[in-house]
C-alpha cells in the first residue's frame, strides 16, 4: 500500500502540473490512474471532470459531477458546473434546476442568480432574468457579471438607453470587460451614434484584434458613415437661390429654403457670405 501510495501522490503532483497547465487531456490520463486504484477519490474524480468539460466532452464531465453529487449532493462546485454544461447545451429549464439547489443551500451565493438569470433570459423571460440579476448585484453591487448581465436583457427587451447605463457602470468598475464594450457599441448603432459605436469597437480591437465579428462591425459602421456622409453631400449639391431672403443663418452654417419647403445646406462659409452682402 506504502508504495501505492507513493505512486499516487506521484500521479497527483504530475496531474495538477498539467491541469494548471492547460494540458487536459495528458492530465486525464493520470488522474485515471488514481482513480483505478481509488474509485472513491472524490476531488480527483472533480478535477477529471472539469477537465472533460474543458476539452469539449460535457456529457463525459457530467458523468462524473453525477458520481459526486451522489455520495455529497450538498456539493456546490459540481452543481454549478452541471448548471452550466447544460446551459451551454441549450437545456436551461435543467440549468435552472442546479442552480435553484445551490440557492436552496446559500442563497447569497451571488454566481448562482446571475447563472439563473441568464438561463430564464435565454428562455425569453426577460422580467425574470432582471430579477435575478438583481438579486446578485444586491449581495455584490460591484458585480460586474451581473451589471453587464442586466444591460444585456435589457437590450434585448429594447430598453437601449438603459442598457447602456449598465455597459457604463461595468466599464467603471473593470475598464477591461470586452463584451460590455462590445455591447455598448452595438447599442449606440442602435440607437444611430454611428461615431460612438465605431469608438467602441475600436476599444474592442485593440483590447483583442482577434475578437469574434469585431473586424465586420468596424466595416459595417465605416460603410455606414461613407453613405450618410454621401448622402449628406447630395444634399448640400449646388441650387439656384431664387429669394436670398430665404437663406438662414445657424451655427454651423447657412440653410436655404427652397420654394417647394426643403431645406438645402449651403456650402460657402459665413466670411464669404457676409462679403457677399456687403
Not at 503532483?13 to 492530465?27: G, H, R
Not at 468539460?53 to 456546490?76: C, F, M, Q, R
Not at 448622402?231 to 430665404?246: A, F, G, M, V, Y
Request: charged share 30%.
Amino acid at each position: 500500500m506504502e508504495k501505492n501510495d507513493k505512486t499516487q501522490d506521484e500521479w497527483l503532483e504530475t496531474a495538477e502540473k498539467l491541469f494548471y497547465q492547460s494540458k487536459f487531456e495528458e492530465a486525464i490520463i493520470y488522474f485515471n490512474n488514481i482513480l483505478e486504484l481509488n474509485p472513491n477519490n472524490l476531488d480527483v474524480l472533480y478535477f477529471k471532470s472539469k477537465s472533460l468539460e474543458i476539452i469539449g466532452k460535457p456529457h463525459d464531465a457530467l458523468e462524473g459531477y453525477n458520481k459526486i453529487l451522489s455520495v455529497t449532493p450538498n456539493n456546490e462546485d459540481p452543481l454549478f458546473d452541471c448548471g452550466i454544461i447544460w446551459h451551454n447545451l441549450g437545456d436551461y429549464q435543467k440549468a435552472v434546476e442546479f442552480y435553484n439547489k445551490i440557492l436552496a443551500i446559500n442563497p447569497q451565493n451571488k454566481e448562482a442568480w446571475y447563472r439563473k438569470g441568464m438561463s430564464v433570459g435565454a428562455m425569453g423571460r426577460f422580467n425574470e432574468a432582471i430579477r435575478f440579476h438583481e438579486e446578485a448585484i444586491r449581495i455584490d453591487p460591484l458585480f460586474v457579471q451581473a451589471l453587464f448581465g442586466k444591460g444585456m436583457t435589457l437590450e434585448l427587451m429594447g430598453n437601449i438607453k438603459e442598457a447602456i447605463h449598465f455597459y457604463e457602470k461595468t466599464i467603471e468598475i473593470d475598464p477591461r470587460f470586452i463584451h460590455a464594450w462590445y455591447r455598448k457599441g452595438v447599442a449606440l448603432q442602435l440607437l444611430g451614434d454611428l461615431n460612438g459605436a465605431f469608438k467602441c469597437m475600436e476599444k474592442v480591437n485593440k483590447m483583442d484584434p482577434y475578437f469574434e465579428d469585431v473586424k465586420q462591425q468596424l466595416e459595417l459602421l465605416k460603410d455606414l458613415t461613407i453613405r450618410g456622409s454621401e448622402i449628406e453631400e447630395q444634399q448640400r449639391i449646388p441650387i439656384i437661390i431664387k429669394d436670398p431672403s430665404k437663406i438662414k443663418e445657424r451655427d454651423d452654417g447657412f440653410i436655404y429654403e427652397d420654394e417647394n419647403g426643403k431645406f438645402w445646406k449651403l456650402l460657402f462659409d459665413k466670411k464669404l457670405e457676409l462679403s457677399e452682402k456687403k
